[in-house]
């Protein structure tokens, strides 16, 4: 027994109430961080709007001919209506969800493909590397919007749900090659050695090692590509080539540009939209610096 | 051949090459040494002299470009060199574990101690209820004398030592017929690199493994170890048991090592070894040792000494000793 060694006892034992459980000290570590909770908050608004929005809203006053065409807001119509009689307020409440599903499509898609190469290609190496390297390069230099018009314009009918779609298989490379150049880094840390000592899998290695230090770091880059993503469908939908059948942001303000609503000054028909798109980018980019905070404890403000 | 299981570990003719775009460095030149059950061998050299890259080449751990060019390692009678990754994986551990270089590193930041213990066991497929894993976790961690709470903590929350000692009851988890320990008190002040060599014998000695210690601090070695192998530039110049290496050295890097090492018998002048171990790229002919050695004679320059078994269960790879014998040969 190792009765001879002196018994090296921790410094302050732990008692039950100084037990801090995972999830509540990362709400206290979340907490503490006023950056990711104002963008929190504002897309949480955004989203909450669009489902009291769709709950409460009938959706036939989204429809051409809900009301008289071009009238300004009054009790009956809160945002007015547009040229065709479209209620805005409902077509906004049922707009954001669309474009807020389009960024959640692809930013799945494109995290999880990019995750997935870039941990195989970082961790692995080899070949895989080379591979995958090269192919995310040569990704990366296709103009992903040009291929989105075209792809785009030569579908007549393309629901939201494809439309997140086309745009999450353009938006990979960028995680791929950041995840990838993380696990470089992390692969080589010497309690990644002492796994491999203890004869733990690959996969193992990778699932309980790396992906919990780069959980902050995949949460960021998910944050960014939905931010992309939707920039990407409200890019595409304003030019007309988005899903027609649908209500969605970039549509509403490609028919207020089609009706000339600037001109005409019918700003309760172009101004809600712009709004809202800028709400839920400034959301999106706090959430985007505060998870960088979190992964990179260098710019944090406070402890 | 006596490959029985009886020998937990024999390394034969260990050639490890790092391939550079220079051309290869012989890290491990042609390396053989055995180890009885529960017996304690101290590996020492000076940094560059290869004693990691054999503790990494045992575990077959070793990184590109590192390449095991030859030899043949017998762990408990099986050729490690001639098994694939997933034997090999199952191997690691549970035959042959490792106490890692580096105790601040060592331990995964963001998972609590037993977690990360339970996490080697189960890549063994060692299956146990929570309660028999909390058990089993409180067990080991008293037994390198720590408290059971470390067990709920986190790396930052411990000492050196004590992630030390974390990674030794790692080791021993699985009751291992050999442990590797490379420099594990490197990070750590004098007197705490006592205490885990002394828990690491403890731990040692109570499942009976093979252990190599890595290092080079032959005082920590002269505590910890029964058997002495000195390297010198990728070769096992003189391996014998401790008292042996100390108080008879035979090997003349082996006796200026000794003669640099401050004594609590009497004073005298401690004594450096001048010059630097030769580039491994292109090692000198003959005996690597000739170009600091004060005794080297023309046949050093040329031919490459054995290690040759003598009495007491020292051998040495020295042509000082065996000059007499060879000029006879010549002579009759």
Not at chain 1, 141 to 156: N, R
Not at chain 1, 231 to 247: D, H, R, T, V
């Amino acid at each position: 027994m190792s009765t001879a060694s002196p018994q090296i006892a921790p410094s302050d034992s732990i008692t039950e109430d100084e037990q801090i459980g995972v999830f509540s000290a990362i709400l206290v570590m979340i907490g503490r961080n006023k950056t990711l909770v104002a963008g929190f908050s504002l897309i949480l608004l955004i989203g909450l709007f669009s489902l009291f929005g769709t709950l409460l809203i009938d959706p036939e006053r989204t429809e051409v001919g809900a009301g008289k065409p071009a009238q300004s807001p009054s009790s009956e119509h809160l945002l007015g209506t547009d040229q065709q009689g479209r209620d805005v307020f409902a077509d906004l409440a049922y707009g954001t969800p669309a474009s807020l599903i389009i960024g959640l499509i692809a930013g799945v898609i494109g995290v999880g493909i990019g995750t997935a190469l870039g941990f195989l290609a970082g961790y692995y190496r080899g070949y895989w590397d080379t591979f995958i390297s090269l192919t995310t390069d040569v990704f990366l230099t296709i103009p992903a919007l040009l291929v989105l018009v075209v792809i785009a314009s030569m579908t007549t009918v393309l629901s939201i749900e494809a439309m997140g779609l086309l745009i999450g298989f353009f938006a990979w490379m960028g995680p791929a090659r950041t995840i990838r150049s993380q696990v470089l880094s992390l692969r080589d840390r010497s309690y990644v050695d002492v796994a491999k000592f203890n004869g733990v899998r690959d996969i193992e290695i990778i699932w309980r090692e790396l992906v919990p230090t780069l959980m902050p770091y995949i949460a960021a880059s998910f944050v960014g590509t939905v931010a992309a993503a939707i920039l990407a469908s409200i890019g595409l939908s304003a030019l007309g080539l988005g899903p027609q059948n649908e209500p969605s942001l970039g549509l509403t303000i490609y028919w207020s540009v089609t009706y000339g609503a600037l001109i005409r000054e019918m700003w309760w028909w172009f101004g809600p939209p712009i709004v809202v798109i800028v709400m839920l980018f400034i959301g999106l980019f706090l959430m985007t610096a505060g998870l960088d905070q979190v992964s990179n404890p260098r710019l944090r403000t406070s402890v | 051949m006596t490959t029985t299981k009886d020998v937990p570990l024999r390394v034969e003719n260990l050639e490890v090459h790092y391939h550079t775009r220079k051309g290869p460095v012989k890290a491990v030149d042609g390396v053989s040494f055995e180890l009885q059950k529960g017996e304690r061998l101290g590996l020492v050299g000076e940094s560059g002299s290869g004693k990691s890259t054999i503790a990494l080449s045992l575990m077959v751990a070793h990184k590109e470009p590192a390449k095991i060019e030859g030899g043949k390692i017998f762990l408990n009678g099986t050729d490690m060199l001639t098994l694939n990754d997933n034997e090999v994986r199952r191997k690691r551990l549970s035959e042959i574990a490792m106490v890692p270089q580096g105790a601040l590193n060592s331990l995964n930041p963001v998972m609590r101690v037993k977690d990360q213990m339970i996490d080697g066991l189960k890549a063994h497929g060692v299956s146990k209820s929570q309660d028999e894993f909390a058990d089993f976790i409180a067990e080991l961690l008293t037994r390198v004398g720590l408290d059971v709470a470390v067990a709920e903590m986190y790396p930052h929350e411990l000492s050196g030592g004590m992630k030390q000692r974390v990674t030794i009851a790692l080791s021993i988890s699985m009751n291992p017929s050999v442990i590797i320990a490379d420099e594990p008190t490197s990070a750590l002040d004098v007197v705490v690199q006592r205490q885990i060599v002394q828990t690491l014998r403890e731990a040692q000695d109570r499942i009976g493994a093979a252990t190599i210690l890595i290092g080079h601090d032959m005082g920590l070695m002269a505590q910890f170890a029964t058997r002495i192998g000195i390297m010198y530039a990728g070769r096992l110049v003189e391996i014998g048991p401790t008292k042996e290496i100390f108080n008879n050295p035979k090997h003349p890097y082996t006796q200026m090592l000794i003669s640099s090492l401050p004594n609590t018998r009497g004073k005298r002048r401690l004594s450096g070894i001048p010059g630097i171990t030769p580039s491994l790229l292109n090692p000198p002919p003959g005996c690597v040792f000739h170009t600091r050695c004060p005794q080297a004679t023309e046949r050093c320059m040329i031919e490459i000494p054995k290690l040759v078994a003598e009495e007491n269960g020292h051998s040495w790879a020295c042509h000082l000793y065996t000059e007499a014998k060879s000029e006879e040969e010549v002579t009759a």
